[in-house]
């Protein structure tokens, strides 16, 4: 089943002689339960993709499908409410509110609905990312590697279509990496989620089961390792 389509989508900044071309018409298919990983140096465009999937920018030209919805159609608060409940986010910075506890952290997106949380579906997450006695902490009680663990619950708790993670282990040292990788395969593996990684680091990306190369806003190679 198809959960994400990208149909050349192009993202252009500045005119003239400014012009710069971000995103030089990218076709892009990914099925659920997928698993993959897109690699690219900076600047070549792999941000700024993940910004159009996460409804966070538009394209110039193309569109975007997720789970049959056009996001083109959407306008901002529409793409506000679908990026909260459909698309999961985790940054390189954990975007964490700093008075609010770990739990409440993780079921901010659903607070912010009005909706009560599915416990054993909670109690299930935050049990395979480690967390489960730090639940009452602040995050500044927390290690880095503990606190992109709260981020990828807060994605999770939706349930989303598509989990984006935008160079997760970025701020992490060895030892965190190789657990966030970890548990970015066990919510791919035990909880079917969709995963697409962003990432610059080869290692990083070849624990995912398809690697998607871009470079200067355009894919250049598309291989499946498994």
Do not use: W
Not at 55 to 62: H, I, L, R
Not at 134 to 143: I, Q, R, T, V
Not at 196 to 201: A, E, G, N, P, V
């Amino acid at each position: 089943m198809e959960i994400l389509r990208c149909e050349g989508v192009r993202k252009v900044y500045g005119s003239g002689d400014n012009q710069v071309v971000a995103l030089d018409g990218i076709d892009l298919s990914v099925e659920k339960g997928e698993f993959v990983a897109i690699i690219g140096a900076s600047g070549s465009g792999k941000s700024t993709l993940l910004h159009i999937l996460g409804s966070v920018d538009s394209p110039t030209e193309g569109r975007v499908l997720i789970d049959g919805t056009d996001l083109s159609q959407l306008n901002q608060t529409q793409a506000a409410i679908f990026r909260r409940r459909k698309v999961g986010l985790v940054y390189q910075f954990y975007n964490l509110i700093p008075t609010l506890t770990v739990k409440k952290n993780i079921l901010l997106p659903l607070a912010l609905d009005k909706k009560k949380p599915n416990e054993e579906y909670f109690d299930r997450i935050v049990s395979a990312l480690g967390i489960s006695d730090k639940l009452e902490a602040l995050p500044s009680k927390l290690s880095g590697g503990q606190q992109q663990r709260v981020a990828m619950a807060r994605s999770l708790i939706y349930r989303p279509t598509l989990l984006l993670a935008d160079e997760p282990t970025g701020n992490l040292d060895q030892k965190n990496s190789r657990e966030i990788i970890d548990m970015l395969k066990l919510s791919n593996r035990n909880l079917d989620q969709t995963i697409l990684l962003i990432t610059h680091d080869e290692k990083v990306a070849l624990e995912a089961e398809r690697v998607i190369t871009i470079e200067d806003g355009r894919i250049i190679s598309d291989q499946r390792r498994r």
